[in-house]
């Protein structure tokens, strides 16, 4: 029989073009010998087309496993596998703990330097409460701590650039990240799995503008890859390393993908962040890097959907009354 599969795409966020797009991109590579798809769509405003997953088990008759391809807020931090989980439904992708704490940039920093992962030096401002003394010098980059896709970053390379940056951050998040600029390279990799995960081989990112912003990644289609990167082994297998060592301090589990900042002047190495639903477009680097690994896109999505039915199997050995 066929594997029931709900792809939720869509959603409440500044990321919605980038889901419909990563959606389309799923589905097309979706072997259609395997898999019943389902189309569940939320609108900019929140509502659910054709109709929404109620959050009761076994209230969703027709669904196997959904397979959420909700980039940002309320998709990817944790919002909507709290209602899978409710539903009683397995899904593709890390759980409600993982993915919230891997959204907010604060707190998954906070766990990487509890296990000793190099992460960048940065400050936490709440808006309202905007007053800033920058310890770091110039230049900082300035981010919402909770949204994806570089959506609301800047870079400040002066006191009153860093105010404007501030104000721009704190209209997509009520916190706000303030790092201390890294001058170098930028660097990605892709991890898979549940208990035991594995990294792909990483890719360099080459921006066309002054960094890798929302515009470089998906309008302009001037930014430029490396993959496999050109690095000595030792640095890739570093890299590796470090990737999976995110992913279990964050506790993922099925899919995310590591970015890092390589500091050209000290040759260190810095986790930049961990992206719990990483883009699945044409370009999408997700794939494409298990792709170099010897993963074929609709290889990978088979995995990703075993994966996610392998932890609903787990669970059943988990008692939750006396």
Not at 216 to 234: G, Q
Request: with cysteine; aromatic share 8%; charged share 25%.
């Amino acid at each position: 029989m066929k594997i029931r599969v709900a792809v939720l795409y869509g959603g409440r966020s500044g990321e919605h073009e980038v889901s419909l797009r990563s959606a389309e991109s799923i589905i097309a590579a979706m072997d259609p010998g395997k898999y019943e798809i389902e189309r569940l769509f939320i609108t900019k405003e929140g509502k659910w087309e054709p109709r929404p997953i109620l959050p009761e088990p076994g209230a969703n008759p027709g669904i196997d496993v959904v397979f959420p391809v909700l980039h940002g807020t309320f998709g990817e931090d944790g919002t909507v596998q709290g209602l899978l989980e409710l539903a009683g439904l397995p899904y593709v992708g890390p759980g409600v703990l993982a993915s919230a704490v891997s959204m907010d940039k604060d707190v998954m920093k906070r766990l990487c330097r509890e296990k000793g992962l190099p992460v960048v030096e940065y400050a936490v401002l709440w808006r309202g409460k905007l007053d800033f003394e920058n310890p770091f010098g110039y230049p900082v980059f300035v981010k919402p701590a909770n949204l994806g896709s570089s959506v609301g970053i800047s870079k400040a390379t002066n006191a009153e650039e860093l105010r404007k940056a501030i104000a721009a951050a704190a209209e997509y998040d009520r916190k706000i990240i303030v790092e201390r600029g890294i001058a170098g390279r930028e660097f990605e990799c892709s991890v898979l799995g549940n208990e035991h995960p594995c990294a792909s081989l990483p890719c360099e990112i080459l921006p066309s503008r002054d960094f890798y912003d929302y515009e470089d990644k998906y309008l302009l289609d001037k930014a430029k890859t490396v993959l496999p990167a050109d690095l000595p082994d030792a640095m890739i297998e570093e890299i590796r390393r470090l990737a999976v060592a995110c992913y279990q301090a964050t506790e993922c589990e099925g899919m995310a993908r590591v970015d890092f900042l390589l500091e050209t002047a000290t040759g260190r190495l810095y986790i930049n962040e961990i992206n719990t639903i990483p883009g699945f477009t044409s370009i999408s680097m997700y794939p494409k890097m298990w792709e170099a690994s010897g993963i074929p896109y609709s290889e990978l999505i088979d995995r990703l959907i075993a994966l996610a039915l392998e932890r609903a199997e787990a669970r059943k050995a988990t008692k939750y009354t006396r």
